[in-house]
């Protein structure tokens, strides 16, 4: 199996005045993802998902999104300087018989393939796929001098106990095990997790923000998860786009009510993303299939890219 | 008639480390009512809905949305100790050839039955059911030494004239003729209500706490009800879903824009719950028919339910 | 062509203590615009739209839905004083072979017909149609000795070029090239507008208040809007649907999320109405046959006519 | 003993594009005082203080500085409007051999000159004088059809009993006793009262607005205090200095850490001043002769007439 | 040397119905500490300040203030069950011709004092003395199996090096050095402690929670803080007056702007004190001599003590 | 006359770890200005002051508070490269017989001064003084190709006419008279300017931010503030120190009450200044010799100069 490559990027205006990331966009190779601001990689697999499926179509869906927003930050002016790698060899995947099987052979060549991406000194942005992705997209950056932290936009804690297997549901125990220091938790729900896996992240130095912090301030709820990080010298941040309310995000794969408004998010993940020290970004559990008509979920997913670009974009 | 027993619940997680309601709530009988912090009461009634009906089918919908929901409220930790009383015997009258005019008695039968819980020392969670079983569900607290108010949150006052009879916009214009010492309305919508039943509100000694008030802060809004209610010894809770904004709680007879969030009521309906003089809540108009696909507004009710509890949990 | 008699208003509720829009609203004629607090004039012209046609349905939808609103705002008390003077003759250029020809002789008509209403000194509630129709709308207001500010309601700046024909993405760079003294776009959105277009506006003495802005405070956001037009002597409010949220507001053309509730933008209407310098308003964009099944979109855009005429009624 | 006569105002500015209060306050006499929009009538009392004196020295402090304030509200324009009863014949209470037992003395004599102002359909603009002269200035409401209310800023509740005479510290025990209906106290300070007050109060039917609460919004802690007042047809506004903060009121008899700030208390009177149901407002407890060098509080209290004047002005 | 014997306390009021700490606060002996739900411990020693000293005469002065502020919180009640211990044998090392070549010595003496208080199961609240007492105050916690955490209302870090012995700048250097396990510093301000510090306080796993983030919301902040020390077992509370803003406490040895105000800290200060983790409590840097002439710096600290055991008494 | 030599800069601390502008701040040369991030240049002069003098001595004293402020900013890291051009030649004017005769000379000799500041492409820091200095500071931006606007942090609009000769009150008249394009005055105060100013200033296009709308989050404010300069090039930024209450800063000629708080001005400063237009800041009319004995206002503006500086910091 090998990468998929990109697609031709266009934008879907015809005025001449308008500058979509249609139009700037550019398809690379690995060779020269240093070259930019950021690549996106994408990652075509929902094998492990709990619950309902549909995440494997996310790469594409919000490819087709983005291609028509404009890249126009009203405070940071236009985002500039983005690439696309393409999708990483995993949607075989998803069609094997038993795909539970594979989850961990996935997260392996994941963080291969991510690792090289790393390598070249570039800034990936993960277009998932399913929340087990993370620990190939993070587990890269472990392992060597640099303390590192996970902000996670989440409704959920994903610390289950991948005894019986890796799932969507177990990637920060499995990324605690493997040497992750810090993990805040942003835009988490009550009553969606379990106690033991709330005293589990709290014994492992994990931060919880609820969704009820986000609502108080999300400028200053995006400053305390930094915070919590503080002795992280590098970070990355993941999006479950589960974190949104259930308004906002119907296409995940298990929506709930009490979460945080695309506003809120959007205004966060520039914030977080404006910090030296992220070093990489993802979007997961984006199920184009579970979505409502109008593609809201998939709308929000790819506007969510373009406010962390505009937050990378202002540390220049 | 007589009550249904309650159903059997569990929990609809495979992972031993998961605690959900489904898990906890312990069937019980009317005599054991004053063993647990909380009893679910069940009232499947419709018949004195103004529009649209269904939400006969709200307390089916509302238990099995809650025993897929986790114990964990992150501040207050696992909630525990809540039972089941099974259904009020009220099912028939709707579907009695003439429901309008059984309104009455289905109040009569539900006062009779809610006393019963009351005298054991339980505080019920009553999961209607339309918004004329408040009449049953708080009667058999008036008439006694203590001063009674209610806290409503629901985008209209309801406080209409029961001269041609109770119906779902009726209840307290009925409690005040029976003795309520207080009502305040959290979360109240301009331009659905009208001039003559604000006015009454006011003259009775009602408060009225707009949505947009909640928008400026929620828990202080909350705060203020409870103030606004200091005379009062008891105090009950009633949740109209249609406080929520439309397009949190489709599934409501009359939804409408410019309401609150779930992440809102939420927090407001733990904070309400933490006070001791709290002795009993509902929810009602919630209508499993109107609902979307997803169940969202059976969802937010279920969720509701369990963060009033977390609030009585607080107390200890 | 001539104009189109309004419709008979009525109520919708059966209680006599209700008073709703359609009991209070008057169907008048031109001739007696002067002795309302306000007039509605429909607009139903959707030629020009780019993208999803459907706002020429919005003078009936939009009127229809008025009629069962209640008149009561609870701070303001009940709102009357309000007539119809049916729609403007533009529905048949919408079955024109080649309506995008058209935009211009429709801007003509209806500057011609608003200007009839201005002269009786009334203050019009134009219900459009598209947003092409606000150069009708306010062109009567320009080339006087007054100077002319709009409080744009949009998630856009709809600034283009009008080089190839007027849109209704043209309307306010038609305006200030007619005379338009200031222009301030409250709720735009990042990301959906052009660099250009930002560029243009803010050379043009135009302020951008982006949804973020609206998020940390309705009512401040709604002051600094005036504030940025303090130059002016008059000033015409225009509301583009789209600037609520996806969520709230999925009737529009290009709905988008990161934007505005409803909560938000009727606090903001009446605040902003209540400036003694307000002299008319219109609502455009409103497409039902793009509305969700409930009808969300055109809801909220009879709420937002009774937003904005509590607060014109403030200034009594 | 008889009425003491306005001094001569006059403004301090040699810029003639200054407007200050010294320039358009009016002498004028009972007769006429239903001619202006307010009257200030002046109380030089303070023989029932519980503590440190002083505050007879406020009517003439606090006319100086009010007389250097320019009359420009920006959001209001200038006030006008104002005239000048000069002082009550209470002075010579103040030098008695033992003023405590004139106490009730004053009272009646305050009354008698306070009910000719209200006959007159003045709003008076009482500045004392400590806090035993509110209870003659309210009195004149009591008794008639109209519903009456307080609401009172100040850090403590002033509802002792009055068993040993009245003082400084009994006047709304007296007033409720006399037939007061509400009574609204904001900025309220935790540990300044005892237990015993505030039950008193709370069973009452007063409401306690605490300094905290006006910390999360003064305005809507504003509005909370008019709401708890709904039901009252007119409305007494009392300003105890003691109300702000030990920094910007030291000149107070006791002042408290704790407290408002200038800034939020002069948010606050505009806010509660610009409903038509307030018919009269007082200053109390402002000592001169135990303030900063530099007139801090009578500098604020100078003010706060102002701002309440502008709330008033902003009713037309 | 040894203990001083507790002042005999009494009220200041004369009217029955109040009730002032100096009513209920009880002289007691180390013996009975455990009995009460918290016990005063005073350390008169300023040795170790840098700077202006005058805090060894805190405990007397906090105590005659305290002893007049009445016992009523309004949303906890009657603060009660309080002792005092008198004074811990320090006073003695003030005055010694050498005064910094005692401190460690102090430090010891205090460790062994105060650990007597813990082993009883007080809650103590130590009345200062300078900031070098918190060694004392905080080691007994230390080497046993729970994780300890401190949160610091303080506008330095107190994180120098003690290579040139202890002195007030610090305690919290020692403290890491003798197994604290997390400090979070609530209130810190900008340009008044060093990068050095900061960065060795980040190294070591504190938090930093600036003044400015107080300023958008004390109770947030006061969560975040705790949330910091989510892994913490126990956790003490210090309290070094200079947090406050210049203007609010004036009587530290080194006042400085852009601090927090005494509502913040009070509510803060409630708030924490709520967490059943927190077992001890102290001010420090309290100097009488340097206060403002209206005792306004000991009076906020007196109500500090009023305000932490409200957040204690909360816990019942 | 000619320029003073900087004073030798030196710290106060004796810990090596510490490093304070005295340590850092190096004197230096016009020559060599271009060479730092900003430089320092004193204005001892107040002979245009209306009112109180003392400004004079403002330069020296802020540098003596200045020299013992830390460096470290929490967000921003330490402060570096500043630079001391010692006092520009004015000393003398403020004892001339009649020095309300030299304003005019002394605003020229001012302008050449700064001129030769901003030519070698440095950034100013221009410590005063009192407010006619801006006329010097200023005008060497005007009259260029570039648009200019002034961000004037002031409890007033100085937009008095300069007919009888400029003054400290008539700076931004005559700036305007210059050519100045924009001005954003922001902590204006309520009843301490007159009509005719604030009419004149919104004709001149210049916007109003009053202290209400500072306390309701001064970072919005300060956002504002710049978006209301969006068409400016270039953009100086001014500190009257009478913008801060009257509690925090009575140094001031004319202190009053209702003021910004010392940490809200910190945080606007910092915001502001981090604006890559912003060319030259001021801090004015900070007058020694009327401060309270613990130099709060002295120490506030040193404090400013550094939070200005932390801003332009962060454009790195
Ligand atoms: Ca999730
Ligand atoms: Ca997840
Ligand atoms: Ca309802
Ligand atoms: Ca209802
Ligand atoms: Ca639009
Ligand atoms: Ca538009
Ligand atoms: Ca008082
Ligand atoms: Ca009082
Ligand atoms: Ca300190
Ligand atoms: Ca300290
Ligand atoms: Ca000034
Ligand atoms: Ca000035």
Sequence with gaps: MSRTDPPAWEGTSSDPNDEQFGHVITPTEIEDAGDFRAVLVGEPYDGAVIGRRGA????????????????????????????????????????????????????????????????????????????SLTVGNVTPLLGGDDSVGVVSFDAHLDCRDPADGPTSGTPYRQLFDAGLDRLAVVGARHFETSTAYADFLRDSGGTILTADEVGRGPVETADFALDALAACDRVFVSLDVDVLDQTAAPGASAPTPGGVTTRELFSMLRRVAA??????????????????????????????????????????
């Excluded at 696309?84 to 994941?110: F, I, K, S, T």
């Excluded at 199920?287 to 409502?292: E, G, I, R, S, V």
């Design 275 to 316: 910090d030296p020290r992220v070093v990489g970004f993802e979007v997961v559990e984006c199920a184009p299939p579970l979505d409502d008509e109008d593609g809201r979920t998939v709308g929000a997913a790819a506007r969510a890219v373009a406010h962390f670009l505009a937050g990378v974009t202002s540390r220049d």
């Design 56 to 131: 494997r179509e996310g790469p594409a869906a919000i490819r087709r999104a983005l291609a028509g927003v404009k890249t126009h930050h009203f405070d940071e002016g236009p985002v500039a300087g983005v690439a696309d790698l393409g999708d990483l060899p995993v949607e075989a995947y998803n069609d094997a018989d038993d795909p539970e099987n594979h989850v961990a052979d996935v997260q392996a060549v994941v963080a291969d393939e991510a690792a090289a991406v790393y390598e070249r000194g570039a800034l990936p942005v993960f277009l998932g796929g399913d929340n």
